[in-house]
């Protein structure tokens, strides 16, 4: 079974410029979250979608946004980049919602640098 | 607020030593708790999850946590650890019983093992 595949793996992008990264989760699985991760702040919670509604979203601002699409692949838009922006983005994909029996599988994430 | 502390941000041991990685949490109800480790170049992947019951979990690779609920506490031990076992350990949390993937990550730490 593929697991969850990412792409790009690596970006890198201007001060001020929009991004979008792509997630695809392993066959039926249909939750699928992000996170940033930096040096700094670890590993934190952006946000979650299961069957293509947004179930819950972390502390971040208006710039970060996310959708699933009917096939449980998934988006992430950073608009009006700025330089701490920079970081690791991971997308983890479950079969359900919660954590009861099914564990996060992780992707090897997208390496974001804004210059 | 949620928060998780892994007081080791860096460890080095032998071959052979026996590991213990600390992990407490602060959190304002009932909790799932995990361990996740990230092995040069590899994607996150869970070692570990305690939901209920036994509060000794047995993990991967022979790695076991113990959950003690009056000191916030979900440590990770290794008898014996091996140059394998060179990787980053992230200690996690998540609101149990809550329909939700949502995790709340330590920072992180990374053990060295010299062969």
């Known amino acids: 079974k593929a697991g969850v595949t990412q792409t790009p793996r690596y970006l890198i992008k201007t001060r001020g410029q929009q991004v979008t990264l792509s997630c695809s989760p392993i066959?039926?699985?249909?939750?699928v979250s992000w996170y940033q991760q930096t040096p700094g702040q670890g590993l934190q919670f952006l946000f979650e979608?299961?069957?293509?509604?947004q179930r819950n979203k972390g502390n971040f601002p208006g710039r970060f946004s996310g959708r699933q699409f009917s096939n449980s692949r998934s988006e992430m838009n950073v608009s009006t980049l700025e330089l701490g922006d920079s970081a690791l983005y991971l997308c983890?994909?479950?079969w359900g919602q919660g954590q009861g029996g099914s564990p996060l599988h992780f992707g090897n994430g997208t390496r974001l640098t804004v210059t | 607020a949620q928060s998780v502390s892994q007081h080791n941000h860096h460890v080095i041991l032998s071959e052979a030593a026996s590991l213990e990685l600390g992990c407490n949490y602060s959190?304002?109800?009932?909790?799932?708790l995990f361990w996740y480790v990230q092995y040069p170049g590899q994607h996150l992947q869970l070692l570990l999850k305690?939901?209920?019951?036994?509060?000794l979990v047995k993990g991967i690779k022979g790695f076991e946590a113990e959950f003690i609920k009056s000191k916030f506490s979900f440590n990770l031990r290794k008898p014996s650890v091996q140059w394998s076992d060179t990787a980053e350990y992230f200690c996690?949390?998540?609101?149990?019983?809550?329909?939700?993937?949502?995790?709340?990550f330590g920072t992180g730490t990374l053990l060295a093992v010299q062969p």
């Open positions: 066959s039926g699985h249909r939750s």
């Open positions: 959190y304002g109800g009932t909790v799932n």
């Open positions: 983890a994909s479950s």
């Open positions: 979608y299961f069957s293509e509604t």
């Open positions: 996690a949390v998540s609101h149990y019983g809550g329909a939700t993937n949502k995790l709340i």
């Open positions: 305690y939901f209920s019951g036994d509060p």
